[in-house]
Structures are given as C-alpha cells and as structure tokens.
C-alpha cells in the first residue's frame, strides 16, 4: 500500500511539476504539437551555456577552434541567413544570445545546444561536401532543434521517469544545479538520440527556415541521400543521434513543395 501511495503522489507531483508549452508557431510547416515540460527554459539554457562554453574551451586549448578562416566565414555566413527566419516560429528567438563556432574534428557531426549554441565540425564538411544550400539544411535542423526545445523537453521527460520510479522523494528538475543541467544537456546533445517525432519536426522545421532564407528546401533531401551513404563500412557520428533513412527521404520529398513558394520569393 505504502508504494502504491508513493506512485500515486509522485505522479500527482508531476501532473502539477509538468507544464503544456507550444514552444513555437506552426510556420508554414505546419508543426503543432505541445510539449509537456518540468523544467524551466532559463534552467537549461543556463545549462546549455555551460556546457557549450566546455566544448569550446576545449576545442580552442586544442587549437581546433575555427582554424580554417574560409570554413568558418562560410558557416557563419549561411547561419546568419538562417537566424533572422527563425521569428517565424518564436518572435523572440532572432535576440536569442546566438554563438556560432567551427570546430576541427574528423567526427561528421554538428548541433545547437539550447539557447542557440552552435557548432560544425570540419568533419561533415570534408566528408559529406555539402553545397551551401545542404549545409544550410544541416544547421537549420540543428537550430529547429533548439526552437522547439527539445532538450528541454527530453530533460523533463527523465525528470518524470525518476519521479514515477522513485516517489515524491526524487528532485525535480527546479531543484537541479546548473552544473547538474549542463552535464545533462551534454549527454542530450552527444550521445542520446532524438525521438523520431523530435526529429520529424526538426526536419519540417528545418526545410522551411533555409527556404525562408533564399536556400533550395530540395537541398535537405541531396543532404540526407549524401549523409545515409556517408561513412563506407559505419554510418556517420551524426547519424548516430540523427537517425537516416527512406522513411525521413519521403517526408522531406512531400513537404518541399510545401515550403518551396518561400524560397521562391526569398530568392527574388
């Protein structure tokens, strides 16, 4: 009886802990869901910052931070595009305190931590080749992303796991550190794959911020043809956290032509 009362009250806990957030707006994607969240966005942003200034202290002691003036020049040309189209799905997002790095790595990877912390490893752009209209497919994912914070929402959902399992006992994410949340937002970023619905939406999200921004949505499928190829006996490390395949070709293939009139106009 006594475990069934913890359950019952930890779950009580979490049904008031849990809020229902529309983190963005549909857009012409047309991406709707709500997220059930237990913690705070200033949390884990806060987090996120820690976390990606770790990443880049490493990779300047390293001497792997943005060596190849023409890479970085380029990644931040295409993400300078991409960040102004993003108030169509969060007005407030385009004053987000936005950093954009590049570093030297043979992992085909790239994200954006919460908050809009991104960096791209040399890594995808030597392996992968992408034209600027596929990289921009790349950092446009990474960037959906953060607007939908879906780190956030992953974190929440752990939070509520731990509740369920072990009672009202269990801190709650207000309770976390920010060192606490940074090491979390890490372990989210680089080695716990997203759901399939995160990254669907990711994906829709990402199609219509580079047509928004003057670059050919066809560009995201080439990117994924060229990314499920990647990698000779392995996929890719981006692949690892980014699952590939058909079923994701299809979906960006129907949902091109709904984006395609915004980057005609971008385009003009």
Not at 8 to 15: E, R
Request: charged share 20%; aromatic share 4%.
């Amino acid at each position: 009886m006594r475990i069934r009362s913890l359950i019952v009250a930890a779950v009580a806990v979490l049904v008031t802990a849990c809020q229902s957030v529309q983190t963005t707006q549909p857009g012409a994607i047309g991406v709707t869901r709500k997220q059930m969240m237990a913690v705070s966005s200033e949390q884990v942003d806060e987090g996120a910052k820690v976390a990606y200034d770790q990443e880049v202290n490493k990779a300047r002691q390293a001497g792997a931070l943005n060596k190849d003036k023409q890479v970085y020049d380029r990644v931040q040309k295409i993400s300078q595009r991409l960040i102004p189209q993003t108030r169509t799905f969060r007005p407030d997002a385009p004053g987000w305190k936005w950093e954009v790095n590049v570093q030297s790595s043979e992992d085909v990877n790239a994200y954006c931590m919460p908050g809009g912390k991104i960096m791209v490893y040399t890594g995808l752009i030597d392996t992968i080749k992408p034209t600027d209209a596929e990289l921009a497919a790349v950092i446009g994912h990474e960037i959906a992303h953060a607007l939908r914070e879906h780190s956030r929402e992953r974190l929440s959902r752990a939070y509520a796991e731990q509740l369920v399992l072990a009672g009202v006992a269990v801190a709650t994410g207000a309770e976390a550190t920010t060192m606490q949340i940074a090491s979390q937002v890490s372990a989210v970023t680089f080695t716990l794959p997203h759901s399939r619905e995160q990254e669907a939406e990711a994906d829709r999200i990402g199609l219509e911020l580079m047509a928004r921004a003057g670059y050919d949505p066809n560009a995201a499928v080439t990117l994924w043809q060229k990314m499920s190829k990647a990698g000779g006996g392995g996929p890719p490390e981006f692949l690892s956290t980014h699952p590939s395949g058909e079923s994701r070709i299809r979906d960006l293939e129907k949902n091109v032509p709904l984006v395609l009139p915004l980057y005609q106009a971008a385009a003009k």
